[in-house]
């Protein structure tokens, strides 16, 4: 093959890498305006819409801005230049946008990433180190709360020597507190507190700020409705199941050939899309079905490692498939990734949410001149069959926004 032909190819390899990460990332409504612009472009693409529901043209026009602002396409964009060079860093740097999280953070560490595409850690590193340093805002693509910090200070110029120190020791601060910070540092307390001062005008998830609340911008991606004892599935979308390629007479010209080629490759991605789609939404429907009749008390522990080896997909491709994902069944809008959780504990058989919700119920009936202790919530927990420690009681009844014992007692 001639050179320029080989590097055509990787371009095209690359491309239709990227089309099928960018359109897992997507929701069915940012899929729709996505495709109604990919058809006005591409004369090769034919749609053949189904009838709009009442009020669908505001859902699109919504999801037309959310895609403008999608961290993903952002990236895309910003690291575009290094992608179009093709070869092994755009195949690698595809892959680390592919993992990135709603967050900004990587959802996997460097190992785990290099041992996917079968490749040695220190060029993912270095590939790593090559795109947090081009991509804005700073701290995208870090692997976690120090690192994602680390790189927030390095942009402004503000890494001291002191800094650094705390930053390795930031850990210490959800346990001990500044002092225990202190301690851990040998800085002066005043140090220190500068330091946390800085840190807290810092953005620990540089993600965040490119989308808003799914629940609120736009309609479910998927509806479910009970039918005997199982559930029928309906995929919210107009476009996306009527995709089409146009017929080409033969002898066209380049330009022809390179729409149609790209009109393929979105074709083929809207396959690979549709069938992870499916898949694990069945498979997840499967496990969570008393969830979605009952509500969070009766969510089911369930892991994203347990629906990749059911399906037969790669952890990252249901981790993609998830994000953003809506449901909506008797009981209301549930974005996917809520329905996901390890049980309480290893004794335990209840997911978190589910804890927490018993957790609802008990404090809600509590005396309000004798209210239920830590300690008291743990034992009567543990004679429900939920084994957990009287800590992590404390951590959940703190998560769902619920004082401590002593400030919710009713004084006379």
């Known amino acids: 093959m001639r050179p320029g032909l080989h590097l055509r190819a990787r371009q095209s390899q690359v491309f239709r890498l990227g089309q099928v990460v960018r359109l897992l990332q997507m929701s069915a409504a940012e899929l729709d305006a996505h495709l109604a612009e990919a058809a006005r472009d591409n004369p090769m693409l034919v749609l053949r819409p189904r009838p709009l529901a009442p009020g669908a043209t505001d859902v699109l026009e919504m999801a037309a801005v959310a895609e403008a602002n999608s961290l993903y396409d952002h990236v895309f964009r910003e690291l575009a230049g290094l992608i179009g060079q093709g070869g092994l860093m755009a195949r690698v740097i595809t892959a680390l946008i592919a993992e990135l999280e709603p967050s900004g953070w990587l959802g996997r560490g460097v190992d785990e990433i290099a041992e996917g595409l079968g490749l040695g850690q220190d060029l993912i590193a270095a590939a790593l180190r090559l795109v947090q340093k081009r991509v804005e805002p700073a701290g995208l693509f870090a692997r976690d709360l120090q690192e994602c910090l680390r790189l927030q200070l390095e942009e402004r110029d503000r890494m001291s020597a002191a800094m650094r120190l705390v930053l390795s020791h930031l850990p210490v601060l959800e346990t001990g507190g500044p002092a ?56 919210l979308s107009s476009l996306q199941e009527d995709v089409a390629i146009s017929g080409v007479p033969r002898g066209t010209g380049a330009e022809t050939r390179a729409a149609l080629a790209r009109a393929r490759a979105l074709k083929q991605a809207l396959e690979i899309r549709r069938s992870a789609l499916r898949q694990v939404v069945g498979e997840i429907v499967a496990r969570q079905g008393a969830f979605f009749r009952d509500g969070p008390a009766a969510l089911a522990p369930m892991t994203m490692s347990e629906i990749a080896a059911e399906t037969g997909f790669h952890l990252s491709t249901v981790s993609r498939v998830l994000n953003g994902l809506l449901i909506e069944g008797p009981n209301g809008i549930s974005a996917a990734r809520t329905l996901f959780g390890g049980a309480a504990s290893a004794a335990a058989t209840q997911s978190k949410p589910a804890v927490q919700a018993r957790l609802r119920v008990l404090l809600a009936g509590e005396d309000p001149r004798q209210p239920l202790s830590d300690r008291r919530l743990t034992a009567l927990l543990e004679g429900e069959g939920i084994a957990i420690s009287r800590r992590v009681v404390a951590n959940y009844r703190q998560e769902i926004g619920v004082p401590a014992a002593a400030k919710r007692r009713l004084r006379a």
């Open 180 to 235: 225990g910070l202190v301690a851990a540092t040998g800085l002066a307390a005043e140090t220190v507190q500068a330091c946390l001062a800085e840190l807290r005008q810092l953005d620990p998830k540089p993600g965040s700020g490119f989308s808003s609340d799914p629940t609120l911008m736009r309609e479910p991606d998927v509806r479910l409705t009970p039918a005997g004892d199982g559930w029928e599935i309906e995929f």
